[in-house]
């Protein structure tokens, strides 16, 4: 069960958070320009770096999503710079995903964290059973932490039980969204990716620790 109250604390620190947006944005125009690095973290060092790393990788979501508006590149990005996951291109397909094209679906922190799952776990071969079984078993760990943590997957719930005690809908009309800013909800909303791309990377990590000789 969401500890609504740990997150309500959560939440007012981002609103008062002092965000470097011009740092923010040139670390995102370096990725837009040079891609993101290949380079995975060696095993042994992540898990040595454990909370460090997990630490950094939410903090990274939580400025994506205060950059970009968008809690699915959020949580997807974070996680796809730590481990060296797919290109920009994704990030820029992930456009429709927060609550699901704003219908009230499934959180895009989540949807933006199983993407980078499905890019760690999964497989370029469309045969490759196993990958998908693999990226499976990632999504059905990754699903219960979540709601666990939150409460829900689902974008309204998530308002309405955590983040403004109700439903902003922002993109329902122009007093929806001008209520929606004026309540913080760029800078509440990046709670969301930021739990999401923790989690996600939690999973990595624990099959790095179960990989190791």
């Not at 965000?19 to 973290?41: H, M, Q, Y």
């Not at 939410?58 to 970009?68: D, G």
Request: negative net charge; proline residues 4%; hydrophobic residues 40%.
């Amino acid at each position: 069960m969401a500890n609504v109250e740990r997150l309500k604390a959560r939440l007012e620190h981002l609103v008062h958070r002092s965000w470097d947006a011009e740092g923010i944005a040139a670390r995102f125009e370096r990725l837009a320009r040079e891609g993101i690095p290949s380079n995975r973290l060696e095993p042994t060092a992540v898990v040595t770096r454990k909370q460090e790393i997990l630490e950094g990788i939410e903090r990274r979501a939580e400025e994506y999503e205060y950059l970009s508006h968008s809690c699915a590149k959020g949580s997807a990005l974070a996680l796809m710079e730590a481990f060296g996951l797919g290109n920009m291109a994704i990030i820029k397909a992930l456009s429709p995903f927060p609550g699901f094209g704003m219908t009230g679906g499934i959180c895009g922190a989540v949807t933006g964290a199983l993407v980078a799952l499905g890019l760690y776990f999964g497989s370029d071969d469309l045969q490759d059973y196993e990958g998908t079984g693999r990226t499976m078993t990632a999504a059905r760990r990754f699903i219960p932490r979540f709601e666990e943590e939150v409460g829900s997957i689902y974008c309204p719930r998530i308002q309405q039980d955590v983040v403004f005690e109700k439903y902003m809908d922002p993109r329902a009309g122009r007093e929806n969204f001008e209520a929606f800013v004026a309540a913080h909800g760029y800078e509440k909303c990046s709670l969301l990716p930021g739990i999401g791309a923790r989690i996600a990377a939690e999973i990595i990590i624990e099959s790095m620790e179960t990989s190791r000789p």
